[in-house]
T-cell receptor, first 113, second 114 residues
Framework: GQQLNQSPQSMFIQEGEDVSMNCTSS?????WLWYKQDPGEGPVLLIA?????ELTSNGRLTAQFGITRKDSFLNISASIPSDVGIYFC?????????????FGQGTRLTINP | GAGVSQSPSNKVTEKGKDVELRCDPI?????LYWYRQSLGQGLEFLIY????????KSGLPSDRFSAERTGGSVSTLTIQRTQQEDSAVYLC????????????FGPGTRLLVL
């Protein structure tokens, strides 16, 4: 089935640094989603991308839908302690509607004070 | 309610016992999803409901897993004869309708099978 590969798997950064993570697929996705999961909680949707080449921001977060439709990246600028958590890319498998989402393995972000 | 709720939040059981996990979706959401998240992994799709019917059960890992939804609202995921490999976080999500990518997740049930 369709799989999403995220990198890096983990990041250790200093507060205030910018963060970049990406997600790739061997097949085309028509929608890319970025979720954040805090410890003990379910994932929360951060940004949704619906068109190839689309660049969308949500505060300090910026995400782009790759023009090949096989990749997406998420950037976080000027990281703060509450950015700690696990970030997942996700998307609905093509031709199967949005009845289920395929998730990447996650990028665990740790911030050193 | 204001968000998706799940119960229990934590469950410890012995191998071979049956467990039931409950999900209360956001009021008015017709679509409901179950996912499983193993330690350090992404989410794995289990089953999807539209109303009370389950058009897609493709993710259920074995016939020990079943789910039902009643009244277009509450859903129960049942695992029979639990095995240690069933230990994971079971997450429920709901969306306004099928085809809605914006799925809202509950906090999950952490299942530990000893």
């Amino acid at each position: 089935g369709q799989q999403l590969n995220q990198s890096p798997q983990s990041m250790f950064i200093q507060e205030g640094e910018d963060v970049s993570m990406n997600c790739t697929s061997s097949s085309i996705f028509n929608t890319w989603l970025w979720y954040k999961q805090d410890p003990g909680e379910g994932p929360v949707l951060l940004i949704a991308l619906y068109k190839a080449g689309e660049l969308t921001s949500n505060g300090r977060l910026t995400a782009q839908f790759g023009i090949t439709r096989k990749d997406s990246f998420l950037n976080i600028s000027a990281s703060i302690p509450s950015d700690v958590g696990i970030y997942f890319c996700a998307g609905p498998p093509r031709f199967q509607g949005a009845q289920k989402l395929v998730f990447g393995q996650g990028t665990r972000l740790t911030i050193n004070p | 309610g204001a968000g998706v709720s799940q119960s229990p939040s934590n469950k410890v059981t012995e191998k071979g016992k049956d467990v039931e996990l409950r999900c209360d979706p956001i009021s008015g959401h017709t679509a409901l999803y179950w996912y499983r998240q193993s330690l350090g992994q992404g989410l794995e799709f289990l089953i999807y409901f539209q109303g009370n019917s389950a058009p897609d059960k493709s993710g259920l890992p074995s016939d020990r897993f079943s789910a039902e939804r009643t009244g277009g609202s509450v859903s129960t995921l049942t695992i029979q004869r639990t095995q240690q490999e069933d230990s994971a976080v079971y997450l429920c999500a709901s969306s306004l309708d099928k085809g809605q990518e914006t799925q809202y997740f509950g906090p999950g049930t952490r299942l530990l099978v000893l």
